[in-house]
């Protein structure tokens, strides 16, 4: 069982990125797929969700009407999309499923 992520970098604030985790060893279609990110000094805090049913999508306030959590069952990958990115959303994501974490990514909003 493995999660690989792509994606992330530096961005300007406003800007957008998409992050990508593709799963091997099992169905992402029959689990629920989340992410998560730890800016530097603080906790790893939980971002978005999106179930295995396809149900409406779960964010942290912080992130709602910015961040787009999908699915791609055919590819079995999961994407972040993330557009008018702010400072404070600078941190390592991180995505997770299936009692697994990806590797994380870095994501730096700045000017």
């Known amino acids: 069982v493995q999660l690989v992520q792509s994606g992330g970098g530096l961005v300007q604030p406003g800007g957008s990125l998409r992050l990508s985790c593709a799963a091997s060893?099992?169905?992402?279609?029959?689990?629920?797929m989340s992410w998560f990110r730890q800016a530097p000094g603080k906790e790893r805090e939980w971002v978005a969700s999106?179930?295995?049913?396809?149900?409406?999508?779960g964010y942290v306030d912080s992130v709602k009407g910015r961040f787009t959590i999908s699915r791609d069952n055919a590819k079995n990958t999961v994407y972040l999309q993330m557009n008018s990115l702010k400072p404070e959303d600078t941190a390592t994501y991180y995505c997770?499923?299936?009692?697994?974490w990806g590797q994380g990514t870095q994501v730096t909003v700045s000017s």
């Open positions: 997770r499923s299936a009692n697994t």
């Open positions: 060893g099992f169905t992402i279609s029959m689990y629920f």
């Open positions: 999106i179930s295995s049913g396809g149900g409406t999508p």
